[in-house]
């Protein structure tokens, strides 16, 4: 069978097509490939599927890879991370909390153009303000791989995922708040200044900020399913 490969470890990200992979193949096997299609160390390769990184000691059908699968590649973390001492008791309630907000945010045409915009046209930026709230995120490159890409932000809106990516990578669940926060503060600027320019009647569809011409008139929000 075939796989797609989504390479976020290079400069300059990109997307093959890696063919013959058998589902008895190991792991390890797969990764070898890997490392030697993108030119990179086997050592320093991630690979992700649905959230769950997958160990060399497995068969590539434990993971439930199917024809056309995509497979995200990462640069692997070399320390270990886990829960902070003391604090696990707190994360579920977080984490639940979380992923409702992330589910009602993708959902949400508007809300989610917004977070596309900010990881896509304004990623440094925003990269900046999360790192300076959660500055564990820096020695994470995993987990700063995740909350640049708008294509790996869903796997912390599916409940049967989140807990496990999020212990695997802990700077993940503060700088995913961050992020939700961040975004809930542009739609209500936009929101805002649509709203106050409307009623002066001095309002253009020209002067719109891009922003502002997706929340204008925003979708009635649908109820999260858990």
């Not at 069978?1 to 400069?11: E, P, T």
């Not at 060399?56 to 995200?72: N, V």
């Not at 829960?83 to 909390?97: E, L």
């Not at 496990?164 to 805002?192: D, M, Q, W, Y």
Request: with cysteine; aromatic share 4%; proline share 4%.
């Amino acid at each position: 069978m075939f796989l797609r490969i989504s390479d976020k470890i290079s400069s300059s990200p990109s997307r093959f097509r890696m063919d013959n992979v058998g589902l008895n193949e190991s792991v390890a096997s797969l990764r070898t490939k890997v490392a030697e299609k993108i030119n990179r160390s086997y050592a320093e390769i991630e690979m992700i599927y649905c959230g769950r990184c997958l160990q060399d000691d497995q068969k590539i059908d434990t993971y439930g890879l199917q024809e056309g699968s995509t497979l995200f590649l990462l640069k692997k973390n070399q320390e270990t991370n886990s829960f902070a001492k003391g604090k696990d008791h707190v994360w579920p309630a977080r984490i639940h909390q979380l992923t409702a907000n992330l589910q009602q945010a993708i959902i949400t045409s508007s809300h989610r153009q917004i977070l596309e915009k900010m990881l896509r046209k304004h990623g440094a930026e925003t990269l900046k303000h999360i790192k300076e709230t959660n500055p564990d995120i820096t020695t994470d490159p995993i987990a700063l791989g995740i909350i640049q890409d708008i294509e790996l932000i869903p796997m912390l809106a599916d409940p049967t995922i989140v807990q496990n990516v999020i212990k695997a990578h802990p700077s993940l669940l503060g700088a995913a708040e961050c992020l939700f926060e961040l975004s809930v503060a542009k739609v209500t600027e936009a929101r805002a200044r649509g709203a106050q320019a409307a009623s002066s009647g001095t309002y253009s569809l020209d002067q719109m900020s891009d922003e502002e011409d997706m929340i204008l008139s925003p979708p009635r929000l649908q109820q999260v399913i858990y």
